[in-house]
């Protein structure tokens, strides 16, 4: 099968048209020695890193860096991917796993160090907490949840409040996650009425 032509739009992944690539569908070989992989693998030793010296240090620019590496390291991967046309099972396995991985990352650390308020971060906790429950078991029975557009933007916000709050940006770093927690629980209601209908 031929592959869609690389604009901009579908490199920077704006345009998510048409089939998934086969290579990240259920039962493909994982091949996880490619290019996005490698970055991949960059974004996990550097989350260790953050989560870390976030703990040990307290918040700063070293943690906004670490954190700033993994969250863009997202999409970094993913154009490699779609340059490369190195797509992967444990790639598709791998980044939504390494994402929920940092945003608890990042609410540890805040949590611990008061830099965002803790009812915003315990309701974001909890969603992250349900969706890594309720995931892998409607994944075993029904098959993969298919990522809203509402959930892909959602990420965005979440991940620079918790960003933002390492070098005290306040008040932005609240408003961007009240806006990020509103988009990420209207993404979850979205998911579960796709649960619900395929049921």
Known sequence: M???RLTFR???GLDRSGPPPPETLPGAPLRPWTIPNAIGYVRIGCLIAFLVTGLRDGPGWTQFTLFAIVSWGDSFDGMAARITGQFSRLGALMDPVIDRALVISGVIVA???ELLPRWALGVLIAREAFMLAVGPFYVRRRGELKITMLGRWAVWPTMSAIALCLVDTH???QILLYIGLAMTLGATAQYIRQASTSA
Do not use: H, N
């Open 2 to 4: 031929a592959r869609p």
């Open 111 to 113: 949590w611990k160090f």
């Open 171 to 173: 008040p932005v770093d």
């Open 10 to 12: 579908r490199l920077s």
